[in-house]
């Protein structure tokens, strides 16, 4: 198993392009997530999807749009980049059960010039 | 609302100290889950322990222990005889029972950045 795997590792991007952070989970996790981690701000969720079909915005979903493309894939798309979307962006997926954890995926470090 | 405070940014310690990170939670839930994630230099997302509500006692593995305490909302975490290999950021965070249309969101804290000095 991969487990929760991101692409690209790292992304440099003008203010204004457009781009797509992909997502995949191999583990048959119903629930994905995006979250953004700042300095000093911890990891604060974009936006999430809690099954196949279903997709919500989590604490800072500005600027950013989601598409559930499957069970095993999750992406995240900048529309028009801002330099303030200059972050790390994790994604991660869940299993049914309640009391499960989140598993991480290695991260994009994404910076907007 | 759901809050995760953890108040000490950065800590620094020499190698074979003991040392503890703090992680004070608000959540009006009655059923919730308390986690630390260990984040290394190399910026993957570690899972480290979980914790529910309904149980209070207190955890070891091996160098680490956790101490949940539901009357002061705390869970924190102390590493004994620190070793160079602890340096990382570590999170201490919080889910709900219903977090939103069992959307099962994580409420992270800021972070505690632990440098082990050889």
């Known amino acids: 198993n991969a487990g929760v795997t991101q692409t690209p590792k790292f992304q440099v991007l003008k203010t204004g392009q457009s781009m797509t952070l992909q997502c995949a989970q191999d583990m048959n996790h119903n629930s994905m997530y995006w979250y953004r981690q700042d300095p000093g701000m911890g990891l604060r969720l974009i936006y999430y999807s809690a099954s196949e079909g279903t997709t919500d915005k989590g604490e800072v979903p500005n600027g950013y749009n989601v598409s559930r493309l499957n069970k095993r894939e999750f992406s995240l798309r900048l529309e028009s980049a801002a330099p303030s979307q200059t972050s790390v962006y994790f994604c991660?997926?869940?299993?049914?059960?309640?009391?499960?954890?989140?598993?991480f995926g290695p991260g994009t470090r994404l910076l907007v010039l | 609302a759901q809050k995760v405070t953890q108040a000490q940014t950065e800590i620094s310690v020499v190698e074979k100290e003991d040392v503890t990170l703090d992680c004070v939670y608000e959540?009006?839930?009655?059923?919730?889950?308390l986690f630390w994630y260990k984040q290394p230099p190399s910026g993957e997302l570690v899972f480290l322990i979980r914790?529910?509500?309904?149980?209070?006692q207190n955890e070891i593995s091996g160098r680490y222990s956790w101490n949940f305490q539901k009357s002061t909302s705390s869970f924190n975490f102390t590493i004994t005889a620190s070793q160079v290999v602890d340096s990382a950021v570590y999170f201490c965070a919080l889910r709900g029972s219903f977090s939103g249309a069992g959307s099962y969101q994580l409420t992270f804290g800021k972070g505690t950045k632990l440098s082990v000095i050889p």
């Open positions: 914790r529910n509500s309904f149980d209070e």
């Open positions: 959540t009006r839930d009655t059923t919730y889950y």
């Open positions: 991660a997926s869940k299993p049914i059960a309640t009391q499960e954890t989140q598993y």
